[in-house]
């Protein structure tokens, strides 16, 4: 079992940066892949992205893509997600996701484990 706690959220303008990061508890965080969600006011949770265990795979939503970031550090237990040139669309709460048998199912939309989730508002 993993437990994910994440961080970094918070308020910022249009155009601007943030990084979220996503700790997981336990020694087998290699054996997970690591991916965000997130669900905005009123609308479905939804895929932003993943990465496999090793690191090397990596996939993204089209509304993020070339604007987001997931890579993940196995010997501090933690996923990060670079997001730059944020827009008002981005805002959401932002959810940490783990999954023991790979992307494909993660990207599916259920993974074994979620984080409490983190508020992102891009103000306009």
Known sequence: ?????????GLVQAGGSLRLSCAASGRTFSS????????APGKEREFVTTISKSGVITYYA????????????????TVYL?????KPED?????CAADAVGVHKLRLGHPGYWGQGTQ?????
């Open 1 to 9: 079992q993993v437990q994910l706690v994440e961080s970094g959220g």
């Open 32 to 39: 997970y892949a690591m991916g965000w969600f997130r669900q």
């Open 62 to 77: 089209d509304s993020v893509k070339g604007r987001f970031t997931i890579s993940r550090d196995n010997a501090k237990n």
């Open 82 to 86: 670079q997001m730059t040139s944020l």
């Open 91 to 95: 805002t959401a709460v932002y959810y």
């Open 120 to 124: 992102v508002t891009v103000s306009s």
